[in-house]
Each structure stands twice: as structure tokens, then as C-alpha cells.
């Protein structure tokens, strides 16, 4: 019985939140093992509609247990909030485990995020202000807040304070911002620990168990490669490891354990906030994209940029995560084109680069070059194998497989859990 990873191949929003779903029923355990409520994964449900944010995907489907893993930075405010709406809506969300060593955003992060931010101006990242990259910062700096620090108050208090002695300094002496009292803070994350304390578990250990005895543990990233820290486009990125090996550290399941890694890849791209984004459409294509893809932020609003289908990104994805399927989703949004542009490769500089430049400002540089295919006007929404597509959606399926370095295993064609064709089996 596996371990698989499910990670997202461009720059988040892919429809990993559909694809984990999709799985859920055939799954034991769900884990986040990256991220925070950075997030935002819309799930379609029959005529219902969710948007998670720090729960992991897992949490709507029944008899399934959602883990919170080590690796993930936790808003106590905003867990217990998505709970409560859950909750409200009937669903039973009782079974969450949490990590005892996942890290907790503190008010001081989410305000350092945002002023931070302001104060970089033209060379922001463009974050989403709830507090990511301080928090993930502070645990590399050995002094962050971990959940198993709300359950005794003298530490707590302890390491609030260090933690603020430096961050006063930045946010009174640098920001101008009024500082940060130590009680103000520890009072709220104090407020907390009741409700948390039955959902707080050594859940490396738990999932291992699951494994030994032969359950499914499905590993769920937030972000996607391209904003990881490590193999993202930094420092256009957030703080956490979104590819595979993330999927390890952030979880406590050893790599030898894992059997598969599905990636999920848009049919174009798509982004939001700053940095370098080679096929961007800045034209009526981009912002046809936009309106019927509906590609606005879950967590944030933000209208996303959009462009055509990238192929150096794909095979990019597949070699950093050792992908063995991809879902491509989407794919009912290019319903309608006359000619499908593919970016088979770049242009930098007069060089042509078919892998992914090493080099930050070459990838600014990168220009698309295009190989374009036939398009397709029927609609493909029922289609449920590969078949029952149009013969010219088939071929942009087989290219694309082609040009991207694993093959697709599933085809997404609308928001609902089965607008989907299915080729290969992913469980
Ligand atoms: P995530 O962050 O990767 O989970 O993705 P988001 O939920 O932020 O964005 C994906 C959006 O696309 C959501 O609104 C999904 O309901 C929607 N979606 C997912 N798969 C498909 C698909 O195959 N076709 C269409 N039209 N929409 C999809
Ligand atoms: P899902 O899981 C798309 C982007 C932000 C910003 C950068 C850093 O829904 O795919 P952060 O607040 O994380 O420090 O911001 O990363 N970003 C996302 N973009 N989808 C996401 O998550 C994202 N999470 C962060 O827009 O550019
Ligand atoms: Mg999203």
C-alpha cells in the first residue's frame, strides 16, 4: 500500500485541491506537509463549493484522516475558523491530527510580513501578507513558536520573548510601527490550547503506523515547484519546500517509502504576485484565459497572470519531483482557439535553452519559442476517456505528454469532482 506525493508542477493553483479530492475516498490519510493558509484550494462537490485554505483537501471526504504535518506553519485564528465553517456546513472534522512540531504564525509575523512588504515597494515579492515568510524564517533561526509550546506557559512566555526582543527593535526602530507586548501575544495563542490539545499528535509516527499496516497516505503540497525555496524562481517564491522531498521532511516519511508522484499541471499557467514569467500573455488571448478559467486568487482576489502551456517548466517539474504521472487540468479552458501556442523551449539572448536557465536573470531574459497546434471548438465537459475528446484536444493531450517528460494519467475538463478523464489509474 503506497505513499504518494501530489504536487503542483507550475506556480500554484493547478487544481491540486480537485485532484486530492478526487483521490480522497481511496486514500486513509491526507497530510499538508508544506505551506500555511498561504494556500487556497477551491473543491467542487455536487452544487458545493469549498475553499480550503490550511486544511488539507482530505478533510471532506468521510472516513479519510487529515494530518497536519511538521513542515506546515499554522494561523491558530484561521484553523479553527475553517473548522467552525466546516463544521457548520455538517461535515465532521473531528479526525484532524495536528504535529506537535509544526510551527505557529504569531501575531509579530503576520505584521512583519505585511510592513515588510510595503517597505520593499517596486521589489516586493508580492506575498500574501499572512505571515509565511517570517514564521518560516524564525524556524530557521531557531526561534520560532512551536504547538507543542502552547501546552506549557513558562516556555511559551519564554520564547515569545525572545523572539520579540530582536522584532521590536526592527518593528519600532525600522518600520516606525508600535511594538509588540510579549503578554498581548502569549494571551492569544494561550487562548488556543484547549481545543488544540486532542488534535496535537507525534503524527510522523502515526503515519509510518498507517504505512507498516498497509493504509494509503496521500501527501498533499501547497505552492508548486516554481515557488518553492529551493527550486523556485527565487527570490520570486514562498518560504517552504512545495516539491517532493518537502513531502518527506515536512511529514517524517523517509523518501524510501514513497511509490509515486503525481504532479498536477494546468493546461496553460498561471500566477500571482511578482517575479519572471516567460510565456505571460499581456493581450486579449491572456485575458481570455483569465475570464473563463476564472483564474482570480482563492486566498487573495488577485487577478491571475496568465499565459500559454510551458514545457520547459513541465520537464523541469518532473525531474526536481521524480514525477510518474501528471494530471493535466484545464484543459476545457483552451476549448474555442483556432491555433494552441506550446512553448517548447526559450530563446535567451540568441541561445536556445530546452531545460530551465540556471541563472536568475536569464530566466527574466527567457523568451517562449512556440510550436503551435490545432485548436478545437466542441465541447469537450462530458468527456470521460480519452476517446470521447475531439480529435485535435487529443493531439494538444499527446504533444504536450510528449514535450513535458512523464505521462498524463488524467485529464481535467471542468470543476467537478468527475469532469475528469481518466487514463491511467493513480491508486
Ligand atoms: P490549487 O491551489 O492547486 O488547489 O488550485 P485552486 O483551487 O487554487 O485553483 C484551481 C481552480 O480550477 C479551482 O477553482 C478549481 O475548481 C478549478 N478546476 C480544477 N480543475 C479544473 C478543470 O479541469 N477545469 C476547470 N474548468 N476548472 C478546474
Ligand atoms: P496554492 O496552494 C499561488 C505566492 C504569492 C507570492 C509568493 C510568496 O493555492 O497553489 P507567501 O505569502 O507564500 O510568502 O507569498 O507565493 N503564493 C501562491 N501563488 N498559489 C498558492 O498556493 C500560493 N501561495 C503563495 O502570491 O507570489
Ligand atoms: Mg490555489
Redesign the pocket.
Known sequence: MPAVVIV?AQW???????ATDLLGSRVDHVVKFNGGNN??????IGDQKYALHLLPSGILTPGCTPVIGNGVVVDLAVLFEELDALTARGLDVSALKISANAHVIADYNRILDKVTERFLGSRRIGTTGRGIGPTYADKMNRVGIRIQDLFDEKILAQKVEGALELKNQILTKIYNRRAVTVEATVEELLSYADRLAPMVADTGLLLNQALDRGETVLLEAGQATLLDVDHGTYPFVTSSSATSGGACTGSGIPPTRIDRVIS?VKAYTTRVGEGPFPTELHDDFGENLRKV??EYG?TTGRPRRCGWYDSVIARYAARVNGVTDFVL?????LTGLEKVPVCVAYDVDGVRHDEMPVNQTDIHHAVPIYEELPGWWEDISGARSLDDLPPNAQKYVAAVEELSGARISAI????ERD??VVVHDLL
Open positions: 503542483g500554484g493553483d493547478e487544481g491540486k485541491g480537485k494556500a487556497g484550494h477551491t473543491v467542487v498536477i478559467g476564472m482563492t487540468t484545464k484543459l476545457d479552458v481535467g475538463v471542468g470543476p469532469e475528469t
